[in-house]
């Protein structure tokens, strides 16, 4: 199953497709006993997918055909005793993708000649994902992290290993000195390549970038390449040859150290915007900011849902089922938001007060 949202992924996936591109979403569940039914709601919802393709007078029936059966390889991908609280299936003639979500998505099925991808994208901007480089004298690791988790990540060389510099065990004897390996031109060397490599990566995955180690293998890191420059550096030696759990304990409190300073930028911004009479809120007031391209700054609250229907002018409340409901409308205006250009935080529930929500900085 997929995570990984890059700018190239997005733009891969938004390309038009031979009709029918066929989007299915469904909400799952990380624990028991709602996880219990995923696997018959999951069936559904793609029996409901061929059902449209059936029904469809524009699908042609090799289309049907073709769609039908990637969808079926796309269900038996899918792993959810690794679920988190949204899943999507895209398909399409020639191919299928599952993404997994770790935030909640509405039940629903969409035949386009595009796929839909606002809940991918508001999930990514949730998530908040960043990587973390763990680096040693002989070897680099390279962690993928997100809201509550790292893990290992097995992309663009890494983890780097380099076999350990063979030091003259007599001469340590006779003179009781060990030598460091970071005064080693082969470590320079090394980690040296270790930032080419996490170069290449950051410009076809950008992300916030955390590095660990012992203080000199952080300053030999630094002397050594770019890259590394600007990233938040942590001093805590022995988490490239560590677990996942060590190295999300290391980087948790300075993740939680920026999310509070995060937050209180947001609320110091949107007190401004109120002076100076730039300031929305309501899902209807910045949904119509969003399609404008007004909106500079939208601050979210992390589990904000609501259902809506347009009654014309303006999107008024509705109810889970109703007619033309838009169940996942957060999730529009997140996207529109970003499309054009604007900040999207998202803060702890309660932070907006009597925003409701969501509120917006505007451009004007």
């Known amino acids: ?59 042609t029936r090799d289309r049907r055909t073709d769609v039908a059966r990637q969808l079926d390889r796309a269900l038996a991908e899918v792993d959810l005793a690794h679920s988190e609280d949204g899943l999507v299936i895209f398909a399409a003639p020639g191919e299928h993708q599952v993404w997994s979500l770790a935030r909640p998505v509405p039940e629903r099925v969409v035949l386009s000649d595009t796929f839909l991808t606002r809940n991918l994208v508001s999930a990514h901007t949730a998530e908040r994902p960043f990587w973390v480089l763990s680096v040693s004298a002989d070897r680099v690791t390279l962690w993928s992290g997100g809201v509550d988790r790292v893990a290992e990540e097995r992309a663009g060389g890494f983890p780097l290993v380099r076999e350990a510099p063979n030091f003259d065990p007599e001469r340590q004897e006779q003179i009781g000195d060990q030598p460091s390996a970071f005064r080693d031109e082969g470590t320079r060397k090394f980690l040296r390549d270790a930032d080419t490599a996490l170069g290449r990566l950051l410009r076809d995955h950008p992300r916030p970038l955390y590095v660990t180690g012992e203080p000199a293998a952080l300053s030999l890191l630094c002397e050594a390449g770019s890259v590394a420059k600007d990233a938040v550096h942590i001093q805590h030696g022995g988490l490239a040859h560590g677990t996942h759990e060590a190295v999300w304990q290391a980087v948790r409190p300075v993740l939680e150290a920026e999310a509070r300073k995060n937050t209180e930028d947001v609320a110091r911004s949107l ?61 529009e205006i997140v996207e529109q938001c970003l499309q054009t250009g604007a900040e999207v935080r998202f803060v702890p529930d309660g932070t907006l007060g009597d925003a409701d929500g969501m509120a917006g900085v505007l451009r004007y």
């Open 1 to 59: 199953m997929e995570h990984d949202l890059s700018p190239a992924t997005l733009a891969e996936l938004r390309r038009p497709r031979p009709y029918p591109a066929v989007s299915v979403l469904t909400p799952t569940h990380r624990r028991e006993p709602l996880n219990a039914q995923d696997a018959v709601r999951l069936r559904n919802v793609v029996a409901e997918a061929k059902k449209k393709l059936e029904s469809d007078p524009a699908v």
């Open 271 to 331: 007190e401004s915007a109120r002076g100076r009479k730039e300031f929305a809120a309501g899902v209807d007031e910045l949904w119509q900011s969003a399609r404008e391209g007004r909106v500079r700054l939208l601050a979210v609250e992390e589990n904000y849902r609501i259902t809506v229907r347009d009654a014309g002018d303006h999107l008024v409340i509705a109810e889970d089922g109703d007619l033309d409901a838009r169940e996942d409308i957060v999730d």
